[in-house]
C-alpha cells in the first residue's frame, strides 16, 4: 500500500513493483538487505529498503503515507535514520538514489551523472535516435538539475564510428561516380569501340574520377560487409539510388517528380523496417 501510493505520486515512473520483489530482495539478499519500518502507534506509516555491502549503504525505495508524510517530515526523518545507520556502522558513502534533486542538494549529496547507452541496429535510424535524444535528456528540462555539471560523454567508439563513416563514404563516392559518369558520356560522345573511342573515352578526367571513386566505394563497402550482416548490409545499400537521384537533381538539373520522392520514401521506409529485424541467429534444436 505505501508502495503504491508512493509511486502514484512520483513525478517520474518506471516498472511498478510486485510485493514479491521486495520479499524476494530481502530473502536473496539476506545480511545486504534491510528494510526499516516507520510507525505512528500501531499504524505502519513508512518503509525504507536499502541495501549495503559494508562500504556503502543505497537507498533503493521509500513508501510513505502522504497523509501524515508532512506531519511526520517522514522523507528528512528517513534520510537522518540512514545517515545514522552509517554512522554507527562505519559506513562512508551513502547513496541517496535518483529524484528529488533539490531536497538532496539541500541535504548535502553530491549529484553524479548516469549514462545510459543505447545503439539502434539501423545506423541511419540510429543517427536519427541520437538527434531527438539531444532534445529529450531529462538534464535539458529538469530545474533541479541545473546543479548538475555532467562530463563530457565518452567519444563512440572505433567500430561504431567507422561502420557509420563507410556508410557514408559508399554513398558519397557512388553518387560522385554516377554523376561523373554522365559528365564523361557527354564529353566523349557517341562510343564506338574503336582504338579512337577508347582513347577519346580514357582522355576525359571525368572517366578517371567516376573509376577512382568506384574503387573508393567498393572499399567501402568491402568494411561493411566485414562489419554487418549481409541480409541486412545489401538491401540497406539501397539508399544510394536515392542519394544519386537527389544529386543529379542538384548538380545536373534533372527533374524530381511526385512519383520519384514517393519511391525515395518507399525505399528509405524499407531501409529503416530491416534495421528493426533481430539479430538474433535461431539454432537448431540439439540432440540428446
Partial sequence: RLYRETYSNAELSF????????????????GRALCATYWAGDKL??????????????DKFLGMDYAVARQYNLYFY????????????????????????????????????????????????DR????????????????????????????????????????????GCEMLCQVALKFAGRATGEFDFSLAGFARALSSPWLWTAIG??????????????????????????????????????????????NMLAGAMLITGGILLLGSESDEVQLPPLNH
Wanted: glycine letters at 6%; aromatic letters at 12%.
Fill in 45 to 58: 506509516i513508512a518503509f525504507n529498503l536499502v541495501l549495503h555491502d559494508g562500504e556503502r549503504l543505497i
Fill in 128 to 171: 536519427i535516435l541520437a538527434s531527438v535524444e539531444k532534445l529529450a535528456r531529462l538534464d535539458r528540462h529538469d530545474a533541479d538539475l541545473a546543479a548538475l555539471n555532467p562530463p563530457s560523454a565518452p567519444a563512440p567508439g572505433t567500430p561504431r564510428s567507422s561502420l557509420w563513416l563507410a556508410w557514408l563514404t559508399l554513398v
Fill in 78 to 125: 528517513t534520510w537522518i535514520e540512514n545517515v545514522r545507520w552509517c554512522i554507527a556502522h562505519g559506513i562512508k558513502l551513502y547513496q541517496s538514489g535518483q529524484g528529488l534533486h533539490r531536497e538532496k542538494l539541500r541535504l548535502g549529496s553530491r549529484l553524479a551523472a548516469n549514462w545510459l547507452w543505447y545503439r539502434h541496429r539501423n545506423p541511419v535510424l
Fill in 15 to 30: 516498472e511498478e513493483l510486485t510485493p514479491e520483489y521486495f520479499s524476494n530482495v530481502l530473502r536473496e539478499c539476506a
Fill in 213 to 258: 571513386t568506384y574503387v573508393c566505394g567498393f572499399l567501402a563497402w568491402m568494411l561493411i560487409l566485414r562489419k554487418s550482416r549481409l541480409s541486412q548490409a545489401f538491401p540497406t545499400s539501397a539508399i544510394v539510388f536515392v542519394g544519386v537521384m537527389f544529386s543529379s537533381w542538384l548538380v545536373l538539373g534533372e527533374a524530381l517528380t511526385w
